[in-house]
């Protein structure tokens, strides 16, 4: 705390260099960062889980409709569920699906409310995957919440597929 307190003679640009490398080595050497910066709680964390496609509709425009239901665990936020939305159009030159929507991921001290954008590669499965969760807002402790969650997968030929979440999350008041 004292040592937030003294930046707060630097210029910003490196108040946010200095918090930016804090929380680089936080990434590096455990799975969760907590930390206090002006009042407003940052967490940094990882995780993972599974999702499962639980409705699938193909749009006569070529588009499909997804819904999909999430488990897992995130270090220092616990244990998670989600549901998300999301409009999947596939490049079928390329092999490449652009994926887009929005979720709420659903912990013990609130909801997290995110948009969802992911980019899967590959004609065949398994697919890589990768994309961002930004944090748009949520109830409880997250109800001002911002920040994103990096996402990277596999999709498997199954409708169930795992996860892995590596993220920051900005503004979460205090339990």
Known sequence: MNTILRLRCLPSAVRAFLIGCVLSVGASSASAF?????GHGAILTQGAGQST??????????TLNLSAEQSGSLAHLGK???????IATIDYNTGTTFIGGEGEIRLASGKIFVEVQLV???????????GILRITGGTGSFAKAKGFFEITG???ESLTDRFVLVGLVLNVAKK
């Open 34 to 38: 907590n930390i206090n910066i002006g």
């Open 53 to 62: 496609v639980v409705e699938l509709v193909e749009n006569p425009d070529g």
């Open 80 to 86: 998670f569920t989600g549901s998300f939305e999301y």
């Open 120 to 130: 899967e590669v590959g004609i065949d499965y398994p697919r890589p995957y990768t």
């Open 154 to 156: 596999v999709d498997e």
